[in-house]
């Protein structure tokens, strides 16, 4: 095996994207042959323009739902000499600390590392309320191949966001399919403007509940339904107004899914009782989990509402734009949640949506901010008490029938065609490659076995065969697939390589006849891909 290595050059440092691992194994990424000899050191040091500092505690989270790397960087020896003792590091300004050494024992000629720096960020993030300019540092030092130890350095100014602001996706036109999901990327980060424990949000929707005769919610269907109406009420009874946003002409859309955003948390919203849509449905998602009620926000073209999981998996879902200002302004609860059944029926069939298991991503490396200790009597202090206890909301809603408890409402899945498929794999620069896949589908699960083989160019001018192996386990919502594969074998003349970038992961769109798939492939190095499937 050690002459392998030797003679292929480690090329794998730069693979483990890949549903067959290939595309990214040649010389140089891009099919060529290894430069010849008297080439030089390279590095290209790329970072993220925004940060969104209202999940500061994600960048540092190695396994966060979301890849929350803040720069990347590419170092590359075309020399033809081995490169020793390669270490890297950052900082960024006053918010993040030198990191520590990233070390690479060794860097063979024609091989890439990718270093992707996940910063531990000071809780002076949580804090900014304007936008603030930093600079983002990196040192690069190494041995090259005469014994001369080597220093680089660079560095590029970002914007950090205010606490308040949040954009929807940071993937680049290039790196973008016509895949909603593409513009999309960021949205389970929604979930840390969901207070998970913050006072005046537990008491308001304990108020709710009381009004709600003090049932459980979790107790019933008929009990959660009940609960999720008062808390609707209650919204409509201290008069939160639901704001569109003037800059916009479209009155069809809440907001500008490519343009920045501002969020309010739960409190700024009792306390100002206006919001967004996306603000409303954070407000609502936040009293859900606080009677026990599972969360799921959806995020669609230009617009946001909330789901509350009932005890037996239905969805109900409520437009809370409904509340409009209280009174003669506002809708009734039962309207709303039909109206929002009918807006998720539209989505489960064109797939331009997100769900976002709130809860799930809270877990998952989305954490909320630290937010300043308020008074215990703080919504006395807003009039919220006064108006809940005082009536001084809307008229009554008039009865309804009472409702039957409705079916689950996941979304109907396509059906994924099992069996034999096939896949063209392409990189950012062009070079695609072309394998084999086993899709197996039980129910709404899917796994995916990905094969391919092809030659790759060692640095000794030569070809060797390559074969490549690749596991992924997701889930089919709809027309939406996401999978991950944690497991991915390589050989090389027949002999193992390392498989570096794992978990690799899936974000796709299956068509309407279940027989082919367009979607994205990421790696925990920060790298992407488009990728084609077809049925056989």
């Known amino acids: 095996m050690n002459n392998v290595l030797r003679v292929v050059g480690v090329l794998m440092v730069v693979a483990g994207l890949v549903f067959g691992v290939l595309a990214l194994t040649t010389g140089g990424g891009d099919g060529s042959k290894p430069k010849p000899a008297g080439g030089e050191i390279t590095y290209e040091l790329r970072v993220k323009d925004k940060l969104i500092s209202g999940v500061y505690k994600a960048y540092g989270m190695l396994d966060c739902i979301v890849p929350m790397w803040l720069a990347k960087t590419v170092f590359k020896n075309d020399t033809p000499g081995r490169i020793t003792d390669l270490r890297i590091r950052y900082k960024l300004g006053e918010f993040a600390d030198w990191s520590s050494w990233k070390k690479y024992p060794a860097v063979d000629p024609t091989q890439t590392v990718v270093d992707l720096y996940h910063p531990i960020l000071s809780k002076k993030c949580a804090e900014l309320t304007s936008r603030a300019p930093a600079e983002l540092q990196v040192e690069i030092e190494y041995t090259d191949a005469a014994g001369e130890k080597r220093t680089l350095s660079d560095g590029k100014r970002i914007i950090l966001l205010s606490r308040h602001e949040f954009i929807f996706s940071d993937l680049t036109a290039g790196e973008r399919t016509a895949a909603f999901q593409d513009t999309d990327t960021l949205s389970p980060l929604l979930a840390a403007w969901v207070s998970r424990s913050d006072e005046p949000v537990a008491r308001l929707a304990s108020m709710a509940n009381k009004k709600a005769g003090g049932v459980g919610a979790s107790g019933s269907h008929e009990n959660c339904i009940k609960v999720m109406r008062e808390l609707y009420e209650i919204m409509r009874t201290i008069q939160i107004t639901y704001q569109h946003p003037a800059v916009l ?29 996306i603000d409303l449905a954070i407000l609502y998602a936040a009293m859900l989990n606080s009677v026990n009620i599972k969360p799921i926000l959806v995020s669609m073209d230009g617009h946001c509402f909330p789901i509350g999981v009932s005890p037996n998996g239905n969805f109900i879902p409520v437009e809370t734009t409904g509340v409009g200002g209280g009174g003669k302004n506002s809708v009734g609860f039962e309207k709303t949640v039909a109206f929002a059944e009918n807006t998720l029926k539209k989505l489960f069939q064109n797939g331009r949506y997100t769900l976002i298991d709130v809860r799930q991503c809270w877990t998952s490396g989305v954490s909320n901010p630290e937010l300043t200790p308020l008074p215990p009597d703080i919504l006395e202090k807003w009039g919220i008490v006064k108006l809940v206890e005082g009536g001084g909301g809307p008229a009554p809603t008039p009865p309804v029938k009472k409702e039957k408890p409705r079916p689950p409402q996941p979304p109907p899945t396509v059906r994924l065609v099992p069996g034999n498929w096939q896949f063209v794999e392409t990189l950012p620069n062009g070079t695609s490659s072309t394998g084999a896949c086993q899709i197996g589908v039980n129910g709404n699960q899917v796994q995916m076995v990905a094969t391919a083989a092809g030659q790759v160019m060692g640095q000794d001018g030569l070809a060797h065969q390559a074969q490549s192996r690749c596991t992924y386990v997701g889930v089919l919502t709809g027309s939406n697939l996401t999978a991950t594969c944690n497991s991915a074998s390589m ?26 798939i367009q979607g994205r492939i990421s790696n925990a190095m920060g790298m992407t891909s488009q990728v084609a499937l077809q049925a056989r």
């Open 249 to 277: 002409a479209d009155k069809t859309l809440s907001y500008d899914i490519k343009s920045v955003q501002s969020l309010q948390y739960p409190r700024d919203t009792i306390q100002k009782r206006s919001g967004t849509c």
């Open 491 to 516: 050989t090389v003349d027949g002999s193992p390589m390392p498989v570096q970038g794992l978990p690799f992961r899936l974000v796709g769109t299956v068509s309407q006849n279940g027989r082919a």
